[in-house]
């Protein structure tokens, strides 16, 4: 069942989520919901909190050429070891439409969590994937991308999308069509 994702104004997505227990059949459920609406969003990780759930369950696919993951899903990741080298990348957010910014972060962490059978798992996770991971953890913090960048660009960003929101507001008040929204699919395949 595709869930509707929670945008940057939404005071849940600021808040800490709790770690899961065990992996109940709600869980898996709310697993199968979280990739079934990632994909449509479409994007490449989405974390609980993104879809209203303050549980600490992310998935995530990597689809490039230079790394294919296939549908991951993780309960309680933690980061258990992160390299001294940083790496940069334009991070994207569906909780942040239409906005991309650089966010260096370690560039190799390992991460431990419990899979979907409930099984502790390690993975060590390089490239975009650690750049990934550590974006969905984040949400767990209730964390933003932006909120690693500075507060003017971040306060440009938030000006922005209420601005965008009244004016969709205003359009629907007037019964307008709302506007689409366009990107590239290089953007479509970063945000997460
Ligand atoms: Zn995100």
Redesign the pocket.
Known sequence: MLRPILRLGDSILSEPARAVATITPEIETLIDDMIETMYAAPGI?L?AP?VGELKRVVVLDIDREDVKTGPLCMANPEVIDASDEDVTYEEG???VPEHYSDVARPAKVTVRYLDRDGETKELACEGLLATCVQ??ID?LDGI??IDHISSLKRNMILRKLLKARKEKERDEAEGKPATKLKMTAKEEAAE?
């Open positions: 990780g974390a993104q957010c569906l909780s974006h969905e949400h933003l991308f997460a």
